[in-house]
């Protein structure tokens, strides 16, 4: 098995990997993050391509089995005719549940304590214990919108924290079978939630958290799926959390929504606009917290391990000839 690898190196990893009977390894030098052609003698006899970005002249590839990309989203391989080429492709996703998940529970423990005005506080010499920076989150009731990697790891790190978990989903909760996980983490059989609501009980759902995070990726079809009625089901002393993608949250929904107090306050790791411009109104808002994008990044210091460890045993299974992890579907790469 002939394996072309466009990625930065983990170097355990790459160890383990060509501890893999029969596989042959090379390294594109540098790797880089973007389409650009390869040369043909490099990528002709490539059975397994590790990359972000394919090349730009992949067609050359003419012996190519399987694709494993670094990231989550996979646009990058839609309509480049891997499946007429009987191509199989995997993705990224689980590599950052763990950060954005832990994003989720700081930001709850942020907003309830009010972290925002302590720190305002503590820049201005300002003593003041008021009692709305005492709270806590424990026993408080989180509501997870879609059930995914993050939902699932989210719900294990809030149930140790003593929440309450509801799920709202469009098919109920089901085991989750080879998708990637960190070891030790999420909820692959969904035994967690204390409860699970279809989409027809949504203003059920809503109206009985202390917080709401969005949890489900962006598509066609549910760009501002929370709008002003969604956010006016939520109690006045919820808290919207959205780590996913912000067109998820209707802008101007929201605005009003944190204006005039229908919400408590929000977190924000999506936006819409990058970067969003100075005078927008979220920036100053005392009661939103406001992140640039870095709950999950390929910054983060275990980025590369994790994706590594996917593609290492998507090697081992496609050698024995098992289920890939993070597999994509014939309709996921949409040939046409």
Request: charged content about 20%.
């Amino acid at each position: 098995m002939n394996i072309l690898i466009d990625m930065p190196v983990h170097e355990p990893s790459l160890q383990k990997l060509k501890g893999i009977a029969g596989v042959n390894v090379k390294l594109v030098n540098p790797p880089e993050e973007r389409v650009r052609p390869l040369p043909k003698e490099l990528i002709a006899d490539a059975d397994v391509l590790f990359c972000t970005f394919p090349p730009e002249n992949h067609a050359e590839m003419e012996k190519l089995k399987f694709v494993q990309i670094s990231s989550a989203g996979y646009k990058q391989l839609m309509g480049i005719g891997l499946n007429g080429r009987g191509v199989k492709a995997s993705n990224a996703l689980g590599v950052f549940d763990v950060p954005i998940a832990e994003w989720n529970v700081a930001m709850m423990i942020n907003l309830a304590r009010d972290m925002r005005g302590m720190m305002h506080n503590q820049d201005n010499a300002i003593w003041d214990r008021s009692a709305r920076f005492q709270h806590e989150i424990r026993g408080s009731v989180v509501g997870i919108w879609g059930y995914g990697g993050i939902g699932r790891e989210t719900a294990r790190q809030v149930k140790a924290l003593g929440m309450t978990v509801h799920v709202l989903s469009r098919s109920g909760v089901k085991p989750r079978n080879d998708i990637y996980s960190v070891e030790g983490t999420s909820d692959k059989e969904g035994i967690l939630p204390d409860k699970v609501f279809l989409m027809d009980e949504k203003e059920a759902f809503l109206k009985g958290l202390d917080f709401l995070i969005i949890a489900m990726p962006q598509t066609d079809t549910n760009q501002g799926i929370v709008g002003e009625a969604e956010l006016k089901m939520l109690k006045p002393t919820a808290y919207l959390l959205n780590p996913a993608r912000g067109p998820l949250v209707d802008e101007q929904a929201l605005i009003k929504a944190l204006k005039n107090n229908w919400i408590a306050g929000a977190a924000l790791d999506t936006h819409y606009y990058y970067p969003t411009p100075p005078e927008h109104p979220l920036w100053g808002m005392p009661n939103v917290i406001f992140t640039p994008h870095i709950s999950g990044s390929s910054l983060s210091p275990k980025f590369l391990e994790r994706v590594w460890d996917i593609f290492v045993q998507n090697v081992e299974r496609l050698s024995k000839g098992e289920q890939l992890l993070n597999a994509l579907s014939p309709s996921d790469l949409k040939d046409n």
